[in-house]
């Protein structure tokens, strides 16, 4: 329990701090009524700055100036010129004290050795210091621009927006709540001249030295004015003398750490009608209610979706004779059915008319070879034909016409007689004869 109170507290005050994330010290210090505080040109023509002496004592309560006390990791910005006295002395820029005045954390200028430290109690209550050279230019008796990030382990030191040193620093740094914060404050047994502040800040983010710009500044206005977290070079604007030429592209810098989360945005417009959807699949069939009394009649409704073949009910009571409706508006157009299963094969149909005649089909392959016809009649007689070759014996034909009658024969020699022939036998008497190309027909009887 002894350690999560303080782990609590610095959580609380840590919360608290990024709400009221900057403290104007000039502000909080009153200088612009502070007795002994001059109003000096700042570093520019309409700005302001307050020359203020060490030995002046600008002091407050802790709780005056920083109400949740001084967070681990915190940012201080200050925009200031030294004059020729402080330069060779040593003083305090800002600093926290205990109650018993014990330095606890500040920024003190050595103006003998032209440093810079940074000094802290470590957690042991051990005074330990960082001490940052290459700070010449912060004794030349013109406006610079100081800022120091304390984060994590290390603290960083910018001079007119850019890093020239870092050093490491212990930890834990426990949350200072109690005691005094004092600005511009010499050391002791030191006498200081005067030093100009035109701008003094603590952050409770460390990385506002980083985002801190320098335009303000006009011996560096044109150079590296405008330096953010990612170390780059920018142009500014300035009202002194010409704009020179485009320098060269810097390095390319480091990259930043990631930014905390924004807040949530308000809720936006409502937005427009979507589309309207496609029309639902029917629903499955309800069972059969119980039957219900009769209705009165009620009024005549549009014309409805066909429904599904329903049960068959009860038999109702024979109602009156209606009157004849008005014909009903078309229908709406049907929902689109799923394709249904193929269904059993039919019973063969009656043999329907001849139908029109087809088309040509292809040539078929050559059929088998038929039985002889009949004998054809004589055709009509053709030409004269070639010799032909000897052909194969043909069938026995019918017999022909009869002929027409013979020219007359040549003359021919007698030949020499015959031998004598046989004896004839006894014939019988003859009753007819015909002549036919000469010949003699006998009939039966003759020789």
């Given at each position: 329990m002894v350690l999560v109170y303080p782990a609590l507290f610095a959580l609380f005050a840590f919360t608290q701090c990024q709400q009221l994330p900057s403290f104007d010290l000039l502000e909080e210090f009153h200088l612009s009524e502070a007795a002994g505080v001059q109003t000096v040109n700042g570093s520019g023509p309409d700005m302001v700055a307050f020359r203020v002496n060490p030995s002046i004592h600008l002091r407050k309560t802790m709780s005056e100036v920083y109400p949740d006390g001084l967070p681990s990791d915190y940012s201080i910005v200050a925009t200031l010129k030294m004059t020729k006295d402080t330069m060779k002395g040593a003083w305090n820029l800002w600093q926290v004290s205990d109650l018993e005045g014990r330095e606890q954390v500040g920024v003190r200028v050595q103006g003998d050795d032209r440093t810079l430290d940074f000094f802290y109690t470590a957690p042991r209550g051990t005074q330990m210091l960082r001490t940052f050279h290459s700070v010449d230019r912060l004794f030349d008796g013109e406006w610079h621009k100081l800022a120091l990030s304390v984060k994590g382990d290390v603290v960083r030191l910018l001079i007119d927006c850019q890093e020239v040193s870092a050093a490491p620093v212990d930890l834990p740094r426990p949350v200072i709540r109690n005691g005094y914060t004092s600005i511009v404050k010499r050391a002791a047994r030191d006498r200081s001249g005067s030093v100009d502040l035109q701008k003094m800040a603590l952050s409770c983010d460390?990385?506002?030295?980083?985002?801190?710009?320098?335009c303000e500044l006009s011996n560096v206005c044109g150079g590296h004015a405008e330096i953010g977290l990612t170390g780059g070079r920018a142009s500014c604007r300035c009202l002194h003398g010409q704009p020179g030429l485009q320098g060269p592209p810097g390095p390319k810098g480091i990259r930043g750490t990631t930014g905390d989360y924004g807040i949530i945005g308000e809720t936006g417009p409502t937005g427009i009608a979507g589309i309207k959807g496609e029309k639902g699949m029917r629903g499955l069939h309800g069972l059969m209610g119980d039957r219900g009394p009769k209705g009165l009649k009620g009024l005549k409704g549009a014309l409805g979706f066909k429904g599904v073949q329903g049960s068959p009910g009860e038999g109702?009571?024979?109602?009156?004779?209606?009157?004849?409706?008005?014909?009903?508006?078309?229908?709406?157009?049907?929902?689109?059915?799923?394709?249904?299963?193929?269904?059993?094969?039919?019973?063969?149909g009656a043999e329907g008319p001849p139908g029109p005649q087809g088309r040509q089909g292809i040539v078929g392959d050559p059929g088998d070879r038929g039985t002889a016809g009949l004998k054809g009649k004589p055709g009509i007689q053709g030409p004269k034909g070639k010799t032909g070759t000897i052909g194969v014996k043909g069938i026995v034909g019918d017999p022909g016409l009869p002929g027409r009658d013979g020219d007359p024969g040549i003359e021919a020699y007698q030949g020499p007689q015959g031998p004598d022939g046989r004896p004839g036998r006894i014939g019988e008497r003859v009753t007819e004869f015909s002549s036919v190309k000469g010949l003699v027909l006998l009939s039966k009887g003759s020789h």
């Open positions: 460390a990385d506002q030295a980083y985002s801190e710009r320098c109702g009571e024979t109602g009156e004779q209606g009157e004849v409706g008005d014909r009903g508006p078309v229908g709406y157009e049907g929902i689109l059915a799923y394709q249904g299963v193929k269904g059993a094969e039919g019973f063969t």
